[in-house]
Each structure stands twice: as C-alpha cells, then as structure tokens.
C-alpha cells in the first residue's frame, strides 16, 4: 500500500536527485527520462480503487453522502469516448489530456459512472498507476479529478488538489 505523498516531500526529493547527476554526464548535456505525462490506467481491482477514490485534499465520489455502492470495470470503448471528450473540461482544467490519469468504474445512485484521477508525477517516480493508487495530497491544479458518465457524455464533480 503507498502513503500519500507530500508535496514538500516531492520537492526535497527532487532535489536532492538533481544533484547526483551522474560523473559521465557532461554538463549542460540532457540526459534522458522517461515520458509519462498523457498516459492512462483503468484500475479494476476494488481495494486499489477504493483507495484511488480516497482524496485528501480534493472531494471525490467517495466523500458524498450517497457514496458508492460497488465497482465496474470500464470497457476501452467507454475510455476511448471519455478521452475524446476531455477537452471539454477546459477552461477548468488546463490542458487535461497531458496529466497522467486512472480511471475507476464505480456505482452510484444505481449509475454506472467513471472516476478520473489525474496526475503528474516526475519522470524518476516508481510509482506503477496501473497496479496502484496514485494519492498525493496538496499540488494544486496539476492533480484533479472528475466524473464522467457513460450514458450522457457529460463530466461533473470537477475539483482540483489544495495548493501547497
């Protein structure tokens, strides 16, 4: 299971990292990361999923009073449609498709729904969205989330991490 990370955290790591540019590496070379950004996981295994649902600084489907009765796994049909439609989420959110997202199928209110988690986390991160839940509490707008639903093409329950 992964804490939720901090902020803070993130940053003295980062760095911390940046200093131990490896001896071969010239100065003012680039060294090469891997590309993360835009990337998307559909997370079907309920435990990760309940935990992708449990935000610390933002709301989420899991904090209303309805909450959530069970989880689906979302066909890549209904992921293709849903990413199609992510630029309508702009103005509110800045360039949506560039973050890193997980989705995860839940019931509520006896509608199937998507929840999206949206992240950007740095090149060196070894966290694995596909088998865990990203969490990260603070970061401002470049961690969000969203509802989407299926039937109407809509999003609602948009809502951007606290500041830092």
């Known amino acids: 299971m992964k804490a939720a990370h901090s902020l803070p955290l993130l940053a003295t790591c980062l760095l911390?990292?940046?200093?131990?540019?490896?001896?071969?590496?010239?100065?003012?070379?680039s060294v090469p990361t891997a590309i993360k950004a835009g990337q998307s996981w559909v997370v079907t295994?309920?435990?990760i999923a309940a935990q992708v649902l449990d935000t610390c600084s933002r709301d989420?489907?899991?904090?209303?009073?309805?909450?959530?009765?069970?989880?689906?796994?979302?066909?890549?049909?209904?992921i293709d449609a849903l990413e199609s439609r992510l630029q309508q989420l702009q103005p509110t959110i800045a360039e949506p498709t560039r973050s890193g997202r997980q989705y995860v199928g839940f019931i509520a209110g006896g509608r199937q729904l998507i929840y999206i988690n949206?992240?950007?986390?740095?090149?060196h991160d070894k966290t694995n969205p596909a088998r865990e839940a990203v969490?990260?509490?603070?970061g401002g707008a470049a961690f969000w989330g969203a509802v989407y639903d299926?039937?109407?093409?809509s999003?609602?329950?948009?809502?951007t991490n606290g500041g830092f």
Not at 150 to 153: R, W
């Open 45 to 47: 295994r309920p435990i």
């Open 16 to 29: 911390a990292l940046a200093a131990c540019t490896p001896a071969n590496v010239k100065p003012g070379a």
């Open 155 to 159: 999003f609602s329950g948009i809502a």
């Open 118 to 123: 949206a992240f950007t986390l740095p090149d």
């Open 60 to 78: 989420s489907p899991a904090r209303q009073p309805d909450g959530i009765s069970g989880y689906w796994a979302p066909s890549r049909a209904q």
């Open 135 to 138: 969490r990260v509490c603070d």
């Open 150 to 153: 299926p039937q109407t093409g």
